[in-house]
């Protein structure tokens, strides 16, 4: 066996017998294994070379080692006057250092998640953020799309007084719904816990509210990447396509489908619908994908959302504490504490997630897609108790579980609504404002004068009750259906001729020169009674 050697100043040397006036041999060689099994995985050889003086020349790569070029590589390394048998010698000198040289395996990342590279090697890849239970021979060639789903720049590993203390803000920025949209954050980067446990956490939460109730607001500052732009989608101005493409990439993150709008019709109403059904579809049915959350007003009509969406409720928006979190953003901190905590025993992830959902299922709690929705939610409650807060100091699985039973009893008198017809809806609404004495300030003829259509105010003359635009937006604002707006509720009793109109084309008659609506009392108490008995 020829033993190759290198001695400053008089060359390369095999057995004692000179080669050439350099050195050259393979440093390290790289390994790349593709994720898509389609794509063919190939190799690297990096060589590294000396000059007769001993100076090294930077490393070079190289797919394959015969029928080399020194000089292409190195312009320091003349090699147009080498003969046959001295390339024979630099490529066998080549071949030889192979069996020295330092094995890197790269491993080429296409999605987020968790992966078992080996019996000794986890990857956990979320974003810019990756995780390798062991580095040595180990690289990660991530893909651009991947690196740029960044986390926010304060999301180090945290110190443990930092976080400890800071969930209470998510929890209470919105009383009862806070609890739910702070578990389910939890959930999105822990999913794949879940997918090897054996489970789907296919969890899609509607934040609806009336215009203004902070839903985009709250959403966004729960979120714990850099760009939470990035990670949603507009139901009004993008394509389906994009949606669905989107949910896939974000694997390991949430992702939001905002400003759902119902009272939309014709072709944007059901664009709207498509988008949604294509996204919770597509979770269902592929587990790695993001957690979806939308916002919006209630999905009035959507019986095939209905049955497959947890919908809360946005409302008590503590604006002072939205404040804060938006400042602070302890999300990513929060969030990176949990994995650690997690990824440090997988093991004992795995079982606790299948023991907890075996154990919920026999008290139950599986029904309708929601309720296993719900499941998942309260296993990630348990899990954050077992491994993080180990004190119970948030009390978070118990006030999970009041958020949850308030948010159910809110959706099944939804859903129980949806079942009225539109006409009965608005009469019911007209019904509450007339016989509430004390959301109003009434006005009769004797005090005429004293009306200004103000949103608090009502007037009451010869058989009718008088009603401002602002007095209907105010009186929605408390009683009214979701989906029901000023221009449904008249074009509706205009319909049942429970109006006193002036001809006017507007379906009003003017008081003191205001424009107001005039309900006709009689006429609305007879089809009010008569519809009475049926909803009841």
Request: aromatic letters at 10%; proline letters at 2%; charged letters at 25%.
């Amino acid at each position: 066996m020829i033993t190759f050697s290198f001695v400053v100043n008089q060359g390369l040397m095999a057995d004692d017998k000179y080669i050439v006036d350099f050195d050259v041999k393979v440093n390290r060689i790289f390994h790349y294994i593709e994720e898509d099994k389609c794509k063919k995985n190939r190799m690297e050889y990096e060589l590294v070379a000396r000059t007769l003086d001993g100076k090294e020349l930077p490393p070079r790569r190289v797919k394959k080692l015969n029928n080399l070029s020194y000089f292409a590589l190195w312009t320091e390394i003349m090699d147009a006057g080498l003969d046959r048998w001295e390339k024979k010698m630099l490529l066998l000198r080549l071949q030889t250092s192979c069996k020295s040289a330092e094995q890197i395996k790269v491993y080429h990342i296409t999605s987020n998640g968790f992966r078992n590279l080996d019996d000794k090697t986890n990857i956990f890849v979320a974003g810019d953020l990756e995780c390798l239970s062991k580095n040595e021979g180990i690289w990660l060639d991530i893909d651009e799309k991947i690196k740029q789903m960044k986390w926010r720049s304060k999301a180090q590993l945290p110190d443990k007084n930092y976080v400890v203390g800071k969930e209470e803000d998510y929890l209470m920025v919105s009383p009862k719904s806070g609890e739910i949209l702070f578990t389910a954050i939890l959930l999105s980067a822990i999913k794949f816990f879940f997918i090897r446990a054996g489970f789907n956490p296919a969890v899609c939460i509607n934040l609806y509210g009336k215009t203004g109730s902070y839903k985009t607001a709250v959403t966004q500052a729960m979120m714990y990447m850099e760009n939470p732009s990035y990670f949603m989608c507009s139901l009004v101005n993008d394509q389906k396509k994009m949606a669905v493409k989107k949910v896939q990439e974000c694997y390991g993150f949430p992702m939001v489908l905002e400003d759902y709008h119902p009272a939309a019709t014709g072709y944007d109403y059901k664009r709207q619908i498509s988008m949604m059904d294509a996204v919770v579809r597509h979770i269902e049915s592929n587990p790695q994908s993001a957690v979806v959350f939308i916002t919006s007003e209630f999905l009035d009509g959507v019986e095939s959302l209905q049955a497959r969406t947890l919908q809360i409720e946005a409302q008590g928006v503590n604006l002072p504490i939205l404040t804060k979190i938006q400042k602070e953003q302890a999300m990513a901190s929060i969030i990176m504490n949990f994995l650690n905590k997690l990824l440090a025993c997988p093991k004992k992830v795995i079982e606790t997630i299948q023991r907890q959902y075996e154990a919920l299922n026999k008290h139950g709690e599986k029904g309708m897609r929601i309720e296993e929705s719900i499941i998942f939610l309260k296993i990630t409650a348990i899990l954050y108790e077992k491994f993080v807060d180990k004190e119970n100091k948030l009390n978070l699985s118990s006030r999970l579980s009041i958020a949850l039973e308030f948010q159910k009893e809110k959706q099944k008198i939804h859903l129980e609504q949806l079942n009225i017809p539109e006409e009965d809806k608005v009469v019911m609404f007209i019904h509450s404002l007339i016989d509430d004495a004390e959301l109003y300030r009434e006005y009769n003829y004797e005090k005429k004068d004293l009306y200004t259509g103000g949103e608090n105010e009502r007037y009451v003359n010869n058989g009718c009750m008088y009603f401002s635009k602002d007095a209907l937006v105010y009186g929605l604002n408390k009683y009214g259906f979701m989906g029901l707006t000023v221009k449904r509720v008249v074009s509706t009793l205009a319909k049942l001729n429970l109006l006193n109109e002036d001809g006017a084309g507007t379906h009003t008659t003017k008081v003191q020169s205001i424009r107001v609506y005039g309900i006709l009392l009689v006429r609305f108490k007879e089809y009010y009674d008569s519809i009475s008995d049926t909803v009841a």
